[in-house]
């Protein structure tokens, strides 16, 4: 079993910037991607960014430019970047990973979530 632990959310004035933090631990054989997603009120989850074991980077349009999505392999930690954030960023962002086993299978696991707050 993997855990994510998420940190670095909070309220920010728009222009601002903010940095999260996602830090996996547990029984952990080898994780693959890691990535953000968001979820705002009465809104589905989205993707906000994905970034490979290999540092390969995705991002969704809306945020291109201004996240960067980073990784430390040596510490299984994901974080995001937030610059110039705007209010529509606002929501509750949540880290995710995927991990492979031992016996050749991948489990994804979630974070609690963090809430994000951009005021005008």
């Known amino acids: 079993q993997v855990q994510l632990v998420e940190s670095g959310g909070g309220l920010v004035q728009a222009g601002g910037s903010l940095r999260l933090s996602c830090a996996a631990s547990?029984?952990?054989?080898?994780?693959?991607?890691m990535g953000w997603y968001r979820q705002a009120p009465g809104k589905q989850r989205e993707l906000v960014a994905v970034?490979?074991?290999?540092?390969?980077?995705n991002y969704a349009d809306s945020v291109e430019g201004r996240l960067t999505i980073s990784r430390d392999n040596a510490k299984n930690t994901v974080y995001l970047q937030m610059n110039t954030l705007k209010p529509e960023d606002s929501a509750v962002y949540y880290c995710t990973a995927g991990a492979s086993t031992p016996y050749g299978s991948v489990a994804y696991y979630w974070g609690q979530g963090t809430q994000v707050t951009v005021s005008l």
């Open positions: 547990g029984s952990i054989f080898k994780i693959n991607s």
């Open positions: 970034i490979t074991s290999g540092g390969s980077r």
